[in-house]
């Protein structure tokens, strides 16, 4: 079917029962279907939202056009967790139905307020010769779920950006609210990230400014940006798009990027003796990360797998994209760590160790695992994921422990996709040293984290899943151990 503009934003209610639950058991069908991970009941996800601890649960919300592959009308969905590992889904929690987001309830995030949690999104709206007009807009989620939005916008499109003004990710420092929102500039097009501050969440919302980083240029539009302390330090995570690539080197489309200060001065939206610009991840499509820092002191962070602009083979089957796995953010000397949260391990089933000159490590191990691996120094070969029993089709890992290059290859793989930006992606490692993977596989979902999560390289795969083999292509001095994962 082709999407035409007006079916992309036909009124939810315009649809019958029956229709989104032929959708619904159409994804959950699909050999491609995620188990462990947060994924659409139907339709098409996006960015994460309103990622907080609320009433003694973690909530994550997501971007939803739920009925078909395409970025359609867009409301929240709403899913809450115990552990941070397995959700539960609480289905429609801001539907699109007020003027400010007639064509979409973008992406937000959200705060504990009092007793309830206040929810600041972008609404929005179109005018009707199709003039795009953002709105920032609030709602409180009380404590048994109910959504009550705010009659007025909180921020309106201000003079100084164009329409493309989105994403509010707000916080609170000794009793002030603060917001950042991405935004592109009215007079040079440009992208930023600009910082308001209320005493009041509900307003007046002020204007603080630009966000000051020493970076020249973030290309044509910033979009998904967070301010998060990790460990200490102010650490700026967002989305530039169009970004030069003399700016920073990226393959993907559009980078999720990381910027880490010494400290950040909300008075004046500065970011003190900024780092170097880093990769999110090295993989091939995270994006649009949503991270905050929770009651307990850490910083977490979620993910879109899924990049704006791209195509997906789980398009013919109506629904796309997933999140990605929880993980908690650590820094060390300026470098960013991301680890699984502590519960993945609750996922854990049957198990088996390797230990020594390995080559196969088992041919049924499917697509549902886990994978802990040390490889030694002076190692040189492939690591075949979801392969098949003689090693000609799968997901490779390349790895030479001795010059220190890790390689993520996806041409092996039955369907390769956004192949005009490239089969792999490629880290260095430090040479002569061990490296050590966990790789998690969630059916067209693989998870990397490298050297205790120094690097992660997230990707989606698709190919078929009879290919069940873990294996390396020749002997591989190694250690480690294969779990089955069992469902969330
Ligand atoms: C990023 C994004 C956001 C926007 C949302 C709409 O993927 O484009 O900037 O709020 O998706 O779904």
New binding site residues.
């Given amino acids: 079917m082709e999407w035409t503009r007006e079916k992309r934003y036909r009124p939810y209610e315009q649809y019958s029962a029956l229709e989104l639950l032929e959708l619904q058991a159409q994804a959950n069908n699909s050999a491609y279907q995620l188990r462990y991970h947060i994924r659409p009941t139907s339709g098409l996800l996006?960015?994460p939202n309103g990622f907080s601890y609320f009433n003694g649960e973690w909530n994550v919300f997501y971007?939803s056009f739920p009925f078909g592959a395409t970025?359609g009308l867009?409301s929240w969905m709403r899913t809450v967790s115990k552990d941070l590992v397995h959700w539960e889904n609480r289905g429609l929690a801001i539907a699109p139905d007020t003027k400010f987001e007639s064509h979409?309830a973008?992406?937000g995030s959200a705060h504990v307020v009092g007793d309830q949690l206040f929810l600041m999104y972008?609404g929005n709206h179109r005018t009707s010769d199709w003039t795009r007009v953002p709105y920032q807009v609030g709602a409180w989620l009380t404590q048994n779920g109910e959504v009550k939005k705010l009659s007025h916008p909180l921020i309106e499109q201000p003079t100084f950006a164009s329409e493309h003004f989105?994403?509010p990710q707000l916080f609170e420092v000794d009793g002030k609210f603060y917001a950042v929102i991405?935004m592109q500039s009215q007079n040079n097009k440009r992208g930023e990230m600009v910082l308001y501050q209320a005493n009041q969440v509900t307003g007046p919302w002020r204007f603080v400014g630009p966000i000051k980083t020493g970076i020249k240029d973030f290309g044509y539009m910033v979009?998904?940006p967070n301010l998060v302390m990790v460990d200490g330090a102010p650490t700026l995570i967002f989305c530039p798009q169009g970004l030069s690539k003399n700016e920073f080197a990226y393959q993907n489309i559009y980078p999720n990027l990381v910027l880490q200060g010494e400290s950040f001065d909300l008075a004046t939206a500065t970011l003190r003796r900024p780092g170097k610009l880093q990769n999110l991840d090295a993989g091939f499509d995270v994006?649009?990360s949503q991270t905050f820092n929770a009651p307990d002191g850490l910083a977490y962070l979620i993910s879109?797998v899924g990049l704006?602009d791209l195509t997906y083979p789980t398009d013919r089957e109506n629904w796309a994209n997933c999140l990605s796995q929880v993980k908690v953010l650590h820094q060390k000397d300026g470098q960013l760590y991301q680890s699984p949260v502590p519960a993945m391990k609750s996922l854990r089933g049957r198990s088996q160790v390797i230990d020594g000159q390995v080559t196969m490590v088992d041919d049924q191990a499917g697509q549902q695992i886990e994978f802990e691996v040390t490889i030694e120094p002076n190692q040189k070969g492939t690591l075949w994921l979801a392969a098949d029993q003689i090693l000609k089709r799968g997901l490779q890992v390349k790895f030479d422990t001795q010059n220190g290059k890790l390689i993520l290859d996806r041409s092996k793989t039955d369907e390769p996709t956004a192949v005009e930006y490239g089969h792999t992606r490629e880290i260095d490692l430090p040479a002569n040293q061990a490296v050590k993977l966990r790789i998690f596989l969630d059916h067209s979902l693989a998870e990397i984290f490298v050297n205790d999560g120094a690097q992660v390289m997230t990707g989606r795969y698709f190919t078929r899943q009879s290919d069940q083999t873990v294996a390396f292509d020749r002997p591989t001095q190694v250690h480690g151990s294969l779990w089955q994962l069992n469902k969330m």
């Fill in positions: 996006n960015d971007q970025h867009k979409g973008y992406s972008t989105r994403d991405g979009e998904c994006y649009a879109w704006p």
